[in-house]
């Protein structure tokens, strides 16, 4: 750079796993800053050796206080200062939104450097429809939870796509299964690295073929859109009058809700209507 960098807060993102994917940008911010704020010091801390760069590397994840952050707020006032994670864009499902927000609130300068991130990697490579998506973080880690986000956005009108883990992905495919079984479900792991796979197909396939292959890695679980089914493919009237006839309101809308994929608010709206 020609200049020195101004005091500030920068954003900067790291590769997601293949260290050829840092921008030059990046590397001259990096280059430049007095201090990089970073989830995990030694992550960082390699990445910044791979660079040939030595840096003061401060802490800063989702267990930083107040006082952390009123630290950092202090040096970017002096000096410019670098926000990244241990892969990725920052913010994007990590911690930061807080220091950001502060260091907009006072007049800190914020510049944020586009670069890597699993969320439109794992949605080009998915095929699944990405004129819209929803990107919602990490599923809840229980069971009822789990399934109560799915039923809220089942009727979206957008590829759903979540962060996962290995040791949940089970856990996380048997929700789909059960809450919207007739959606296309994509699965992307190791991505940019050398194992990288992008997996498609129905809840029940990719249960099989996981329970068989468990996976590794940090993965996008993507979930279809709802399609419009053909007029007159479903008669719901007739379906939720058959299984109301010798079950409770709910027990009816839930066999209707997993026969048909069809939102379960909207069929016990409708279920209320006929009784």
């Known amino acids: 750079m020609d200049q020195p960098l101004p005091p500030g807060l920068y954003i900067v993102a790291t590769p997601i796993g293949n260290l050829g994917d840092i921008t030059l940008r990046a590397i001259e911010v990096l280059r430049e800053v007095a201090v990089v ?3 995990d010091t030694r992550v960082t801390g390699k990445l910044l050796n791979h660079l040939g760069l030595k840096k003061r590397l401060l802490r800063y994840d989702d267990h930083a206080d107040a006082s952390a952050r009123e630290r950092l707020l202090a040096l970017m006032r002096e000096e ?10 920052p913010l994007i499902s990590d911690p930061g939104y807080r220091l ?22 794992a949605l080009t490579l998915s095929g699944l429809p990405n ?10 880690n229980k069971q009822k939870a789990r399934e109560d986000v799915l039923r809220e956005m089942s009727s979206v009108p957008a590829t759903l796509m979540f962060y996962d883990t290995a040791p949940r992905l089970l856990d996380s495919l048997a929700a789909i299964e059960s809450v919207l079984p007739g959606r296309e479900i994509a699965v992307a792991r190791e991505l940019t690295k050398r194992f990288e796979e992008c997996r498609t197909g129905s809840p029940a396939d990719l249960i099989t073929h996981y329970a068989a292959h468990p996976p590794k890695g940090e993965i996008v679980l993507m979930i279809g859109p709802p399609v419009d089914e053909p007029p007159g493919k479903f008669d719901v009237d007739a379906l939720l009058r058959e299984a109301l006839a010798t079950r409770k309101s709910s ?8 026969a048909t994929g069809l939102d379960r608010k909207m069929l016990y709206a409708r279920a209320l209507e006929l009784k």
């Not at 027990?251 to 997993?258: F, G, L, N, R």
Request: include cysteine; hydrophobic fraction near 55%; proline fraction near 6%.
């Open 80 to 89: 410019a200062v670098a926000l990244v994670s241990d892969a990725g864009t």
């Open 100 to 121: 950001v927000r502060s260091a907009r609130e006072e007049g800190i300068a914020v510049t944020s450097l586009p670069g890597a991130s699993a969320v439109p990697v």
């Open 251 to 258: 027990q009816a809308v839930a066999q209707v809700a997993k």
């Open 131 to 140: 004129d819209r998506f929803l990107f919602a973080g990490f599923l809840p």
């Open 37 to 39: 704020a970073c989830e």
